[in-house]
């Protein structure tokens, strides 16, 4: 049965720590997408790769993350310096996209990484 | 600029009856909806999708959903609910509306609490 897998599941660390977040997509997926969810602003994008290259990364904070794709089977999400308000779950999903106007949508999510910044 | 609004935060319904939990969207070009569902501690999961076609999709578990091009309206619903259904429902639109495999964008959620 495959599936998203991101390490670690729960992270707790101080303001200023840096953080890094990990994603393994389903084998063979060409698309991986980072979202964060909280109570407030409820599911948002971060970034999203296809291919391995950035696509869209528009919904994050450039100044303190960053999102990268060493290889098809790792996706990595980093936070430095981290800040309280950085609090909340970020998930993974990976998914097949065509590209073209009628291809598969369907995202595949991880079970996400629960982040406390105190 | 797509989105999607849940105007209801919390749908409440008694097993057995029928449920909806509702979904509008605002687009440029055809539309492209989802609907996901979330249980506690654990990512979300595919429902089913609208991409061309009839207007009422059929998903997992027994949902489906209308697509109302007059009302901009894109309804889950399910003829009878069971308290297993009971979860955060996710209403989505595909952001880039001409390319497949795009992120979509998330309305805000709605849970849908089924009681016994």
């Known amino acids: 049965d495959a599936r998203v897998t991101q390490t670690p599941r729960h992270k707790v660390t101080e303001m200023g720590q840096e953080v890094t977040m990990r994603c393994q997509p389903i084998?063979?997926?060409?698309?991986v997408f980072w979202y964060r969810q909280t109570m407030m602003q409820g599911l948002e994008l971060l970034a999203y790769?296809?291919?391995?290259?950035?696509?869209?990364d528009s919904g994050m904070p450039k100044d303190r993350f960053s999102a990268e794709m060493p290889d098809a089977t790792l996706a990595t999400l980093k936070i430095q310096p981290s800040e309280p308000r950085d609090s909340a779950v970020y998930f993974c999903?990976?998914?097949?996209?065509?590209?073209?106007?009628?291809?598969?949508?369907?995202?595949?999510f991880g079970p996400g990484t629960r982040l406390t910044v105190l | 600029a797509q989105s999607v609004a849940q105007p209801e935060d919390q749908v409440n319904v008694a097993e057995g009856n029928p449920l909806t939990v509702k979904c509008t969207y605002s687009?440029?070009?055809?539309?492209?909806l989802f609907w996901y569902v979330q249980y506690p501690n654990r990512g979300l999961q595919f429902l089913l999708k609208?991409?061309?076609?009839?207007?009422l999709v059929k998903g997992s578990y027994g949902f489906e959903a209308e697509f109302n091009k007059s009302q901009t309206s894109f309804h889950l619903k399910k003829p009878s609910a069971l308290v297993s259904d009971s979860a955060l429902y996710f209403c989505?639109?595909?952001?880039?509306?001409?390319?497949?495999?795009?992120?979509?964008?998330f309305g805000k959620g709605t849970t849908l609490s089924v009681s016994s």
């Open positions: 999903a990976s998914g097949l996209g065509s590209g073209g106007p009628l291809g598969t949508d369907t995202q595949y």
């Open positions: 084998l063979g997926h060409n698309t």
């Open positions: 790769f296809r291919n391995r290259a950035p696509l869209d």
């Open positions: 687009v440029s070009g055809n539309p492209y």
């Open positions: 609208y991409i061309t076609g009839d207007n």
């Open positions: 989505a639109v595909r952001k880039g509306p001409n390319q497949a495999g795009t992120a979509l964008i």
